[in-house]
């Protein structure tokens, strides 16, 4: 049967309008919400990668413990991949910060294990041995960042050339400073910041997190309708609002349950506080971790650096530049300043990644660090952050972080060869930067 006015089939016809129909319904949805379709497809691939690696690996993928680790490991490229954001929005590039993790790490700890305790002459446990190991590396990376744009901005020499020197000169600095010592073992407090049995908030403080961070969607969902309201701005509708809540706050409350559920043995937990000096109160079998320290850092820098970006004229002004550096320039902005000032975040960040690695494992090493730097720019790059400039975000750097740790972990679950594990990152690199093409192109 077709119809005569068009010469198609009837059902092929009632077909197109009831698809046609449908992806309206997904566009009015999508335009309701106002959800970013890329952020989307990004955690829908999260989500497929951690189905199907739980099912190859025979269930091993999708527990507490594995995901509490897995928050764990990727506290620390997902701190730096903020900062790496900033600087391929510049149409820059940092290819120095797995090095300057990695002699900022061997500086801290030097700090704390040895020059402070013996030329100094502190006390083990001293409670300032942490502060001014972490304080003396904070300064350093601000250093090192500051020195590094302004060679780029003020020098003019291109930031490939200036961070991939920077990347040879400061993994051979973290090697002379100890002649390939490793530095262990590190101040106990200042082992809280990678994570441990110690190194978590407990199951009732994790509670009393997650509920705060509900409040604070909820108010800033309000906050948001009432300045749309006060500059007569489209509102979204309120089961929009409603929905985008309620999804955020079972996230949140979802990831404290998933952490309260991976308990330390008692066992264990005692054994590591009589190794250290630390007393644990009697009775249980077991202690609830709950949200690992580091993964609190990871999140407060998240806040900070997406407020940053969009909250405050340096962010404004670091994604102009990175849309039309010429133009920004005619516009007043002091765009080598600005600049050096990004170089300057990504050195601090990464001095408070390289805490995370060095205190998680207990020791500064010669290699801490080496690599992150690719995996730091393939977040930045999986998570949205166009290498053309003047495109990104935070949080879609954060969650490119996930999945390559996530990638990683189930690589190991699965008992896949390091070689065959580059080659997987690789890859998932270049499709990512292929997608991210394409989607510009149609865009």
Not at 89 to 107: A, H, K, P
Not at 409 to 429: E, K, R, T, W
Request: charged letters at 10%; glycine letters at 12%.
């Amino acid at each position: 049967m077709t119809d005569t006015t068009s010469n198609q089939p009837v059902g092929s016809t009632a077909a197109d309008r009831a698809r046609a129909s449908e992806l309206s319904a997904v566009g009015r949805f999508l335009k309701a919400t106002e959800l970013d379709t890329r952020m989307l497809g990004m955690v829908g691939a999260l989500l497929v990668i951690w189905v199907g690696i739980h099912i190859l690996s025979g269930g091993l993928f999708l527990t507490p413990r594995n995901l509490w680790n897995l928050s764990v490991q990727t506290s620390s490229v997902a701190i730096m991949a903020t900062g790496m954001v900033l600087v391929i929005v510049m149409r820059n590039i940092d290819l120095s910060v797995g090095s300057v993790e990695g002699v900022i790490g061997m500086i801290m700890g030097v700090a704390q294990a040895e020059f402070l305790i013996r030329v100094v002459g502190f006390q083990l446990g001293n409670p300032w041995l942490w502060i001014i190991a972490l304080a003396a590396g904070v300064v350093l990376g601000l250093l090192i960042g500051a020195f590094q744009g302004f060679i780029i901005a003020y020098m003019e020499v291109p930031a490939f050339i200036v961070t991939l020197g920077g990347l040879l000169v400061w993994r051979g600095m973290a090697w002379l400073i100890t002649s390939g010592r490793t530095v262990a073992p590190l101040d106990t407090t200042f082992q809280l910041m990678g994570g441990g049995p110690r190194g978590s908030i407990g199951a009732t403080a994790s509670w009393i997190v997650g509920i705060v961070a509900c409040a604070a969607v909820a108010f800033a969902l309000l906050n948001g309708r009432s300045q749309r309201k006060r500059f007569h701005f489209p509102l979204r509708p309120v089961w929009a609002e409603i929905l985008l809540g309620g999804v955020a706050c079972a996230a949140i409350l979802g990831a404290v349950w998933i952490a309260n559920s991976y308990p330390w043995p008692i066992g264990i937990v005692r054994q590591y506080a009589q190794q250290n000096g630390i007393t644990v109160p009697e009775g249980g079998l077991y202690i609830a971790h709950g949200i690992a320290i580091p993964v609190l850092m990871a999140v407060a820098v998240g806040i900070i650096m997406t407020f940053i970006t969009k909250r405050t004229r340096f962010g404004r002004y670091v994604f102009a530049i990175g849309g039309n550096p010429e133009a920004a320039e005619l516009a007043g902005i002091n765009t080598r300043w600005v600049t050096m000032k990004v170089f300057m975040i990504m050195g601090v960040l990464a001095a408070i990644s390289a805490a995370i690695s060095s205190a998680r494992l207990n020791a500064s090493t010669n290699a801490l660090g080496t690599l992150d730097e690719l995996l730091v720019i393939a977040a930045a790059v999986i998570g949205g952050t166009s290498l053309a400039g003047g495109a990104g975000t935070v949080m879609g750097a954060m969650l490119g972080a996930l999945l390559m740790q996530s990638l990683q972990s189930g690589m190991v679950l699965l008992g896949i060869d390091s070689p065959l594990q580059s080659i997987v990152v690789g890859a998932v690199l270049v499709i990512a930067v292929w997608l991210d093409t394409v989607y510009r192109k149609r865009v």
